[in-house]
């Protein structure tokens, strides 16, 4: 299982820091991504981390501003917000999968788990 937290209401510019905390034994195992949903959008892929960390990806929209990191020990993914914009406004979820080929892990498709998702409201 995966609970994801740290979302809220921020004005344009500000930072939040996301969590994942996924439930499993074996967390090195599972690769994580974030994606985000806006009202009448689909949803959309944000970022990922691979198993070790040794492959970390993002969407163009959150390149420079985002950062995603990962804890083995402590079983968490963390997405660090900076430089928030109201277009960043959106359920955010996190999602853990174990295979992945190519860039398959930016569709929801490849996820095995999903956690209910947190708000981010971003104010102009």
Do not use: H
Not at 25 to 41: C, E, I, L, N, T
């Amino acid at each position: 299982q995966l609970q994801a937290c740290g979302g809220g209401l921020v004005q344009a510019g500000e930072s939040l820091t996301l969590s994942c905390a996924v439930s499993t034994r074996r967390f090195s195992d599972y690769a994580v991504g974030w994606f985000r949903q806006a009202p009448g959008k689909e949803r959309e892929f944000v970022s990922y981390v691979s198993w070790t960390a040794s492959l970390i990806d993002y969407s163009d929209s959150v390149k420079g501003r985002f950062t995603i990191s990962r804890d083995n020990a402590k079983n968490t993914v963390s997405l660090q917000m900076n430089n928030l914009k109201p277009e960043d406004t959106a359920v955010y979820y996190c999602a853990a999968g174990k295979y992945f080929t190519g860039t398959y892990y930016k569709i929801t498709e490849g996820y095995d788990f999903w956690g209910q998702g947190t708000q981010v409201t971003v104010s102009s």
